[in-house]
């Protein structure tokens, strides 16, 4: 199983990528989440991406392919994966069915996540993430809160403002969307209603994905 979920901040990419995972068990990568450790890390590509996530910025596609790739060449990924929040452009889509190619692979299956953009606003204004496990919640009475899964004290992100949230859906709209009909012209594509309780949205991608 090689899928990616594309889908706007916020749609429940990361929530159902990790489920999907576990259903078909295959890791969920997350370029968001990569970037995320190496900006806590202070790595090179941690300190450079930092500037670019802060303002809802794309990061430069060179240094989340390097990102990417190390990820991907892990033994755990070698019978597939979920790819969450890559590509975000079309030229991050040209790098990846070559880095793939090379290897003898390909994408199987797309799925974009569909939810309107007045949703995103609401949910990603109320969402925190644990920073070790990475499980995004939407918290009803604000921070602090802790982790079901370790217990670790939530963090909102820091791109999670209202300004930085406006940003990254314009470059959705701008530069990912085209991505659907790209990924649509190849046969590639289900589309999903992402609104709904989590299971049922689990279970529309599972059945799609059954019928493709
Ligand atoms: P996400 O967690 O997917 O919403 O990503 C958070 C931020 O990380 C984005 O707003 C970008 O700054 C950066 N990022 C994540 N994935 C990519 C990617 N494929 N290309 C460029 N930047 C990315």
Sequence with gaps: MRLILLGPPGAGKGTQATRLADRFAVPHVATGDLLRDAVRQETRIGVRAKTFMDAGELVP?????????????????AQGFILDGFPRNPAQAELLDGALAKVGHRIEAVVSVE????????????????????????????????????????????????EVITKRLEIFHEQTKPLVEHYEAKGLLVRIDGVGELDEVEERIAKALEAQ
Excluded: W, Y
Aim: aromatic share 2%; glycine share 4%; with cysteine.
């Design 115 to 162: 939810v309107a953009d007045e949703i995103i606003i609401g949910r990603l204004s109320s969402r925190a993430t644990c920073p070790q496990c990475h499980k995004t919640f939407v918290l009803d009475n604000g921070l602090p809160a802790t982790c079901s899964n370790d217990g670790t004290t939530l963090m909102a992100r820091t791109d999670d403002k209202p």
């Design 61 to 77: 596609d060179d240094v989340v392919l390097d990102l990417l790739l190390e990820r991907l060449t892990q033994a755990d990924a």
